[in-house]
């Protein structure tokens, strides 16, 4: 049974995001042995992945096993059928559009890292600001220098996973574009506030995972940014109309820059941060437990043997 995972194509590199590679991270701790690179029985965990897509992306798979996956992106519904078992999805928004009960939906599997991921207890930044790994990728530079200049600490969702549950672990009040950022706060008892800078975020994922852990979900939304383009440098450029040109871009990426920081700064300062309640995320990292426990049950089982 081989896991899989989205990963950007090999035309993006550079595009690794924390909330899909932590799939590799948390399932070779809860269940090891199981996963290996047979793909004939594929294991579809953590991410927004149950679309019209899925059986292109596991071409060789005569079974699927979905564990807190959810619904979105690509528009399209799966074909579901007999071959399918589904222990659980991200939410209840992910069991409607798939047609399940109500009682398939419990939380994103990332909650189960309060099972196997100790935090220190100790705190470093009282605010920090992680950005989808998109607006990393893009304003990798830009960001850090917002988050600098008004003490916020900087999560990249593209560092290593214990790197990013650390950092979100050492943060009194996160502040996040990246879903499985807020996800993995509310599963290690960080309040988070959510963060929009482009309509592509989809909402529909965030909405459905929130309304597992019985919380509303309110955006706040800020300027996409983007670093500062090489060729706009103003050393180096060549004639009056290039360098007035330089001129311009830096003034306006420096201006974007100072209102983003003085917004974000606000947003930190006035909005009230979100956290699930402590009896709640235990709940549902019960349920989280019971459900992989009746998935090994029938791995032992052989329920998933195909010769």
């Known amino acids: 049974m081989k896991f ?6 090999s035309k993006k590199p550079g595009l690794i995001n924390f909330g899909d590679e932590l799939n590799a991270w948390l399932w070779d701790k809860l269940i090891p042995g199981i996963l290996d690179q047979n793909e004939e029985t594929a294991f579809i965990g953590i991410g927004t992945l149950l679309n019209n897509l899925i059986h ?47 009682d398939v939906a419990v939380t994103d599997g990332a909650a189960l890292i309060r099972r196997v991921f100790q935090p220190t207890g100790k705190k470093v930044h009282k605010f ?39 950092a979100i672990a050492e943060t009194e009040v996160l502040l996040t574009e990246a879903m499985h950022g807020a ?63 330089a001129i311009r871009a830096s003034f306006t990426h420096w201006f974007n820059q100072k209102r983003t920081a003085q917004q974000l700064a606000k947003i930190a300062k006035t909005v009230s941060p979100t956290l699930s309640s402590d009896r709640r995320i235990e ?5 989280l437990e019971t459900r992989l426990y009746k998935f090994k049950q029938d791995v032992e089982a052989g329920h998933f043997n195909l010769h």
């Open 4 to 9: 899989f995972h989205y990963r950007p194509p």
């Open 56 to 102: 292109e992306r596991v071409p060789n798979a005569k079974k699927i096993v979905v564990f807190s996956s959810g619904v979105g992106y690509n528009k399209g519904i799966p074909n579901i059928d007999d071959s399918w078992t589904i222990y659980c999805v991200r939410g209840p928004l992910s069991a409607k559009a798939l047609g399940l009960s109500e």
């Open 128 to 166: 920090a600001y992680m950005p989808h790994f998109t607006q990393s990728k893009q304003a990798d530079q830009t960001w850090r220098s917002i988050c600098e200049e008004i003490g916020f600490g900087y999560i990249d969702a593209r560092w290593p996973i214990e790197k990013v549950m650390k």
């Open 183 to 245: 996800i993995v706060g509310d599963a290690l008892r960080v309040p988070w506030i959510p963060i929009h800078t482009t309509e592509r975020i989809l909402e529909f994922k965030w909405q459905d995972w929130s309304a597992s852990v019985g919380v509303e979900y309110k955006p706040h939304w800020l300027m996409q940014m983007r670093d500062l383009a090489p060729q706009y440098g103003i050393r180096g450029i060549k004639g009056i109309k290039g360098s007035r040109s």
């Open 283 to 287: 709940e549902l990292t019960v349920e």
